[in-house]
């Protein structure tokens, strides 16, 4: 019974910060922004490495949020998700605006296999790896492994093809698992 009166404190109150928020109340925008910003500030991080560029497109995520917000529609999904989303549409179009080229490489690549091996580590290692990587490839293995995007709509959003999208996370994957291989090597005397 307190799972469901919590669940329906939490949609009450998220209620009444759309509600406020749709009528552009800073208090309720301020809370919103309080409630969402550690989350999405951790999506932002992983499209946008450097600190100053990610606090940017969190400033950036939550402008829209707010200008948009009469469009979101709580019976379609989650706030939560509606606002990750447009901050990886944000990043994506910073990426796509700095003429990030990706490239094209022809090869077979083995069905999917996720060993990549992170069991272990914490989350800020895991993501201090993938920061790592070079752009195409960490943009990729983000919408694809972390945000759940498939081959087609990366190809789509990023403007590259199916082959490309693959190719880009196969990479991405292969460099991860070295560089897990190595530092697993180096924390453990090998294995």
């Not at 897990?180 to 090998?190: A, E, R, V």
Request: glycine fraction near 6%; hydrophobic fraction near 35%.
């Amino acid at each position: 019974m307190t799972r469901i009166r919590h669940i329906y404190d939490e949609e009450a109150e998220i209620g009444e910060l759309l509600n406020g928020c749709r009528e552009k109340d800073p208090h309720f925008q301020k809370r919103l922004f309080e409630r969402y910003a550690s989350l999405i500030f951790t999506t932002c991080r992983r499209y946008n490495t450097s600190w100053y560029p990610a606090k940017d497109l969190l400033q950036d995520t939550f402008i829209k949020v707010f200008d948009k917000i009469h469009q979101f529609d709580p019976r379609k999904g989650k706030l939560e998700s509606w606002i990750r989303r447009i901050a990886i549409n944000l990043a994506l179009n910073a990426i796509r605006d700095k003429k990030m080229t990706f490239v094209e490489a022809k090869m077979d690549i083995p069905q999917e296999e996720d060993a990549t091996g992170f069991q272990g580590l914490s989350e800020e290692k895991i993501l201090g790896l993938i920061e790592e990587l070079p752009v195409g490839y960490k943009t990729v293995f983000n919408l694809y492994v972390i945000d759940g995007y498939s081959h087609k709509e990366i190809a789509s959003q990023l403007n590259i093809s199916l082959s490309t999208s693959k190719t880009q996370l196969f990479k991405a994957k292969r460099i991860l698992q070295e560089k897990i291989i190595t530092l697993k090597k180096k924390s453990y005397g090998g294995f």
